[in-house]
């Protein structure tokens, strides 16, 4: 009997650019085709644009944690797990499962989309005492954490305690950062009517950058609007400022300022997933060199993609532009990857990915909001209604869509109950436990772990 194979098509990361890929290959390809796998730590993808506003409280966090089983065409085989090694000459990907089993997944093509980590540095006490946010335990960690800084300031007798207690220190003003922090800020200034023992003068929120300007992206204008905004809200911005050390109780700024606060958030950019490193091929900037195609040159089965490639920005007249890591790009590079995967396994031409960027939309929380879609300068219910239209209409499934509204809808009239689950109360959820980037292999490891399963085949 003559056993047919069907080439092994192994996606890795289900972020907006792996499912964006899948979906496509589900779709334009027959069963007989190809086989699909793909390799995921969680059972859903991510809406990571909306995660300020799980931390805040205005959407619960299933609303955005789309299902990668609810599709009419699903029948991808899918790995609870990670990659932890990518060896590229055997073509084998090394998976730990969610069990912690380590197991060898060989493929024809693999498309690599494992996105991004937070990008931390070398400053003393920063990963054991900041927070990320990133993944959706972490935004629900900090909400609860942030709700319960109210709860034991208001219980505690000790005015210095309480003062820490309300103070807030948010790094990156970037949007993912300025939105956090003005999300956050919205939560507490709305929370502390439910608390009238505590001053609401005593609640303090930094917003710290290093860079000159909040959100260099928006421009000019609308980046010093959004300074207003939240300026007018008491939050204090220092930009040129980063910080020089973090502890348990206090946080020290790079102009010598002592801040005591028990809450420290970091959200100062972005770096390419570990697992690129583990691959042994050229970077930019951390993120995989790719060409246009998102293929990587020398190896025609390999493609990456997101965040974690650097993708030429055609569109740009720049040389050496790369598309930034934003989502826009992401979901549109998983469909010209799946078309050009498929390109790769019929022998076609493969084409090049081109998208004009369609602008950014930063939800500062309440009715503020700035954006600039297609150029267009926005501020306020304009820009609130940009904002929330766009990522509404991004939405994968129907189901996600109609949980998002009506979350909308309920906090819009009911408002927030600012209830703490306490599920994390005691379990660590600092950057150092939430974004395992110690689990990768090391080159020599990588081999080992190839060549023993290859010895054991033979
Ligand atoms: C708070 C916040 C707000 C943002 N707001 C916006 C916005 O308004 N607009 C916008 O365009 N962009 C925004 N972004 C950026 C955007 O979310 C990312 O650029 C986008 O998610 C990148 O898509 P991706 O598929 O490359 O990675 P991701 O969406 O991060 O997906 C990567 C996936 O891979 C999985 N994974 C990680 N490592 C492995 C591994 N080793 N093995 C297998 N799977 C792995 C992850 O669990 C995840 O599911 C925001 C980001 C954040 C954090």
Known sequence: MITVTRPRILVVGAGFAGVGCVRRLERRLSPDEAEITLVT?????????????????????????????????????????????????????VVRTITDRTVNEPYDY????????????????????AFGMKTLAEAAYLRDHVISQLDLADASQDPDERAARLQFVVVGGGYAGTETAACLQML??????????????????????????????????????????????????????SIAKAGPEEVTFTDGRVVPTRTL????????????????AETVRGRLAVNAEMNLPGHDGVFALGDAAAVPDV?????????????????????????????????QPLR??????????????????????????????PAMAVARGYHWSALRTNVAKTRVMTNWLLNAV????????????????????????????????LRAQVGAAAEGDG
């Open 41 to 93: 730590p969680s059972s859903y993808q991510l809406y990571l644009p909306l995660l300020p506003q799980v931390a805040s409280g205005v959407l619960t966090p299933q609303s955005i944690a789309v299902s990668l089983r609810r599709s009419r065409r699903y029948r991808t085989r899918i790995i609870p797990g990670g990659a932890i090694g990518v060896d590229l000459a055997a073509k084998v990907c």
């Open 110 to 129: 693999i498309v690599l989309a494992p996105g991004s980590v937070t990008r931390t540095f070398d400053i003393p006490g920063l990963t054991d005492n």
């Open 188 to 241: 507490t200034h709305n929370a502390v009517k439910r608390y009238p023992r505590l001053d609401p003068r005593l609640i303090k929120w930094h917003l710290i950058d290093i860079a000159p300007r909040l959100m260099p992206e928006l421009g000019e204008k609308l980046g010093s609007d959004a300074q207003k905004i939240l300026g007018r809200r008491g939050i204090e911005i220092s930009l040129g400022v």
């Open 265 to 280: 958030i970091w959200t100062a950019g972005v770096v390419a997933s570990p697992l690129i490193g583990t691959l042994g």
């Open 315 to 347: 569109a740009k007249d720049e040389e050496g532009a790369v598309c930034p890591p934003t989502a826009q790009h992401a979901m549109r590079q998983g469909k010209v990857v799946a078309d050009n995967v498929i390109a790769a396994l019929r022998e």
């Open 352 to 381: 090049p990915y081109k998208h004009k960027d369609l602008g950014l939309v930063v939800d500062l929380g309440g009715r503020d909001a700035v954006s600039k879609p297609i150029g267009i300068e926005l501020k306020g219910l």
């Open 414 to 445: 009911a408002g927030d109950d600012f209830v703490r689950t306490g599920f994390q109360s005691r379990s660590p959820a600092k950057l150092k436990d939430s974004e395992f980037v110690h689990a990768y292999l090391t080159p020599e490891q």
